[in-house]
């Protein structure tokens, strides 16, 4: 009764061939949903019975069209869609390229509008509600230096997020944001090396300054993120909508 079980549950997971997209679709597997993993580059990964691997751009309204219908004719329905799919650029804000800019916004922001809006339209058709998971970050409320681009997508993720919850509870269709910190995966590795740069810091220097900002004394797992969403993902969150949740260890605290 008070298991994660989400037996029967179909869930679209973009971003979910590495990082905590993949965190993602291993906890929604062991919680017993089938699962579609978009990607550009799903790194020719077998499809079984209940994963079904997709390349898309979710930038691209038509492949994203595709996508849904084949996740569809595949297994039969979608209840569960998480938008994780997201890149970064860094720059100090008066150095930003503008196609750094378009790129960031396009990957983050329209592919949550794009990927959300065909997936809603099939939940309203199915008449039984879902489940829509955003992933944002604290820097959808905060601000962080060479971060600009990012920091204004995951803003706007907020914001569409709050939106599409007003929106869709009428369709009983909950929809909310988890606002990841501090999380160790190849983006942030690279992150901490080009900051570095930009900085005059080695990525070490700048994985302790991470670390000395949080108040659990550790930076994340993308398995900390996956947790959160599973919750958001199963019955136990009915009552939930238009929130943006931190894991964040502490550092964003509202």
């Known amino acids: 009764m008070f298991t994660m079980d989400l037996s029967g549950q179909v869930a679209v997971v973009t971003g979910g061939a590495n990082g905590i997209g993949k965190a993602i679709v291993d906890a929604l597997r062991y919680s017993k949903a089938k699962v579609a993993v978009v990607d550009v580059h799903p790194n020719q990964q077998k499809t079984d019975n209940d994963l079904l691997y997709i390349q898309a751009d979710v ?72 489940k829509i998971i955003n992933i944002a970050s604290q820097a959808g409320k905060n601000g962080y230096r060479l971060m600009g681009s990012y920091v204004a997508s995951k803003h706007a993720v907020i914001g569409l997020t709050k939106v599409m919850a007003l929106e869709l509870a009428s369709d009983q269709i909950n929809v909310n944001a988890v606002c990841p910190g501090i999380v160790e ?12 740069k930009l900085r005059n810091l080695d990525g070490n220097a700048i994985k302790e300054e991470d670390i000395s900002q949080v108040p659990l004394g550790r930076t994340g797992t993308p398995e900390d993120i996956a947790y959160v969403v599973i919750f958001l993902a199963s019955k136990f969150s009915n009552y939930m ?14």
Do not use: P
Not at 185 to 196: C, I, N, V, W
Not at 241 to 254: K, L, S
């Open 59 to 130: 930038t691209q309204k038509s492949e994203i069209n595709k996508m849904v219908d084949q996740v569809i004719d595949t297994f039969g329905r979608i209840d569960i869609l998480v938008n994780n799919a997201g890149i970064s650029t860094m720059d100090y804000f008066v150095d930003i390229r503008e196609e750094d800019w378009d790129k960031t916004m396009d990957v983050n922001a329209k592919g949550v509008q794009l990927c959300s809006q065909a997936i809603a339209k099939k939940m309203k058709q199915q008449g039984d509600g879902g």
């Open 185 to 196: 995966t190849s983006m942030k590795h690279r992150e901490r090396e080009l900051g570095g």
């Open 241 to 254: 909508t238009g929130q943006a949740i931190n894991v964040t260890g502490g550092m964003t605290m509202h």
